[in-house]
């Protein structure tokens, strides 16, 4: 679909049917979030794609979306809840494998990330990571819509009980936010039919 169609067709969905995203659709969708832009480059969260519906049954006591439990896929997006000097150390190595130059030529990149975010607290790089995510889930949201895959996303859950259910504390991750894919139950979900509520384009956006 068109690009402003698509945006135009899509909506947070409430209400999903029983149709499955494929795996070749979910793969682009997946790629899209993949490809999405971060802050040097270093994609400080990562995205869980929960398939099995007992798990998904789970979570969703832990939340007050239905969505989580309905849809087809949720994807959860979770930052980092730190950045460390390692962290940075294997993206410089993999910049380097990548674009085949020498490890060298990247010092400089490298001592302005370390200095970046390794002079900033745990907390602060958390903050930052969870903006990284949203860029990603806000790619995630127009990429289902291309697709004409429906999609909700979500801050309404209980994250600590998501981290700790998903094992994500261990890996030094935190859930922040999550993506439900599948498709609109048109008959039930009166949200389906509602018109889009934005602000006056002229207030919301200046040209100088
Ligand atoms: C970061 C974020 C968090 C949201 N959290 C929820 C949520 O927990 N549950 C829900 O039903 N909708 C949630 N929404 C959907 C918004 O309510 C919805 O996007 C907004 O009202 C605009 O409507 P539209 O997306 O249908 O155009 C969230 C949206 C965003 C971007």
Redesign the pocket.
Known sequence: MELIEAMEW???T?QYSDKKVSDDVLEKITKAIHLSASSYGIQPYKILVIENPDVRKKLSAHSF?P?INQASHLLVFAAFDSIKSDTIEKYVELIAKVREIPIEDLSVFKEKALNRLLLKSDEDNFIWATKQA?IA?GTGMIAAAVEKVDA??????IAENFDEMLGLKEKGLRSV?LLSLGYRDVENDS?ARLK?VRWPREEFITTI
């Open positions: 899509r909506y947070a409430k979306n969505q949203y889930l909700t996303p979500m801050e309404g859950f936010a949200n889009k």
